[in-house]
């Protein structure tokens, strides 16, 4: 089993930014690949950006690039979202999400954090 716990959340303002962290612990070895996704009120939750464990490489939703940035510190087995210049439409509860190789979907989520972008 994996836990993953995020931080960094919060409210800030239109243009501001923002970096969440999701810490991972217990079977961290296992671990191929982490995500971050969000889910506004209402709508569906929504792939951000993603980070392989050991190569870095990295993935972006089209409508993000440019803006969020994934990270990983394999020693502190944590990843990083920053966002910047943050709009309105950004709010959302993010979540952050991995899984293991050959695994087509996510197996193991955090609980959320909020963020609130005020215009």
């Known amino acids: 089993q994996v836990q993953l716990v995020e931080s960094g959340g919060g409210l800030v303002q239109a243009g501001g930014s923002l970096r969440l962290s999701c810490a991972a612990s217990g079977r961290t070895f296992s671990i191929n690949l982490m995500g971050w996704f969000r889910q506004a009120p209402g709508k569906e939750r929504e792939f951000v950006a993603a980070?392989?464990?050991?190569?870095?490489?990295?993935s972006y939703a089209d409508s993000l690039k440019g803006r969020f940035t994934i990270s990983r510190d394999n020693a502190k087995n944590t990843v990083y979202l920053q966002m910047n210049s943050l709009k309105p439409e950004d709010t959302a509860v993010y979540y952050c999400?991995?899984?293991?190789?050959?695994?087509?979907?996510?197996?193991?989520w955090g609980q959320g954090t909020q963020v609130t972008v005020s215009s």
């Open positions: 980070v392989r464990w050991f190569s870095g490489i990295t």
């Open positions: 999400a991995a899984r293991r190789i050959n695994i087509n979907d996510y197996e193991w």
